[in-house]
């Protein structure tokens, strides 16, 4: 039924993608860390964070160019803003989506 | 789960049995993933109706959700075998595009001390953007554990692999743009960098990693721009905190 070639294919993706999320895991937690990758690794979700939403709002296409009038950018201003004060996830989900819900209406 | 032991004092008790009794593991990790299940809902019946479009069957888009569970790679992959792309450039290209896991995966790790590989390799496998993102903020927060983030990683798997499947039998279900859904994640993302953001250098490496990304990814194709972004900015961090530069308020790591 599902081509041989098919299956390879997903089983060479799989495997490239599940060694990267597997390797670190396994070696790094037992380790005993120097001080300095420690520190390195607690900044990296305030920076891996940054770096993926932040071309999402400002940029798009393909080649990728930055376009600073998207709804996204619009919608995630006050969004933002609405994490900062709350600080309730929940909140700012269910309010990102109805901004942007609003301005697929109304832009 | 047995070992709670006759311990005499009520909250001591409480605490105890919520912290290791299955239902409220189960109960914590489901309820916990709900806003990663919304997006994938949106974005997997949206990989479904393509992949389908492609001419992948159900069972073939439901074998890709199970052995890859990478959203955007499996997008690429699409797109490149109905271009009739071979196996080696679709591997290379779904590697390098889900390299940033292993960042995701080592800064994980500190929170996953003393685990056996078992438990660690049925981690690994619910590494994502989201499930990254999402556990990071609710270790740092208290009242989570690996079985907790464990169930949330795998919550939200079943719902990417049911979603893209329902997608494959052609039906987007749900109206392009309806209630915002489009925009769950983004919002996550955005109230989660927020948590993140934990004193003055939090900020600044945000900061720094958010510009880098923007202008390498205009410059570079593909997403490699979040690892090298990333990994630059953190590390200026730490620069930065050994010079001392940040050191009146980052006490604790």
Redesign the interface.
Known sequence: ??HA??????????L???V???????????LQLP??F??????????????????????TGE????DLMRP?LL??LP??LF??KT????G??I????????A?KFL | MAGISGVSDRTGMDSEAHKTHWMGILKDGVIGA??IC?GYLAIGLAFGVIAQKAGLTP??IG??SL????GS?QFI?VSM?SAGAG?IP???T??TV?????????????F????G?GR??L???G?T?ES??LN??KFRGGNWDWRRALVLNHTTNLTWIASTVAGGFGGQFIPA????????L????????????RGR???V??????????GL??LI?GNT??VI???I???L??VF??SRLFSREEGQ?
């Open positions: 039924m599902i070639d098919y299956l390879y294919i997903l089983l060479g993706m799989g490239v993608t599940y990267p999320r597997w390797l670190p895991l396994v070696f790094l937690s037992r001080e300095w420690e520190q390195w690794l607690d900044l990296i979700p305030a920076a891996i964070l940054s770096a993926l939403i932040l071309p999402i709002l400002i940029t080649p990728r160019h930055l996204e919608v995630a969004t933002f994490a900062v600080r309730s996830l929940a700012t989900v309010v990102g989506m109805f901004l942007f819900w609003l697929g | 709900w806003p919304l069972v073939e074998l890709m052995l890859v569970y990478a790679s992959a075998l196996i679709i591997v290379i779904t590697f889900n390299l940033r896991h292993m960042l995701m995966s080592s800064s994980l790790s500190i996953m001390r003393n685990l590989t660690l390799s981690f690994a496998y590494v953007d990254f993102a990071s903020a743009g309806a209630f915002g859904i489009d925009y769950a983004s919002a996550m993302f955005i109230c989660l960098l927020i948590f993140q953001l250098l939090y900020v490496v945000a900061i720094i990693a958010g510009i880098l990304a923007v990814s205009l194709p721009y979040i972004a990333s990994v900015a953190a590390t961090g730490v905190k050994r790591s």
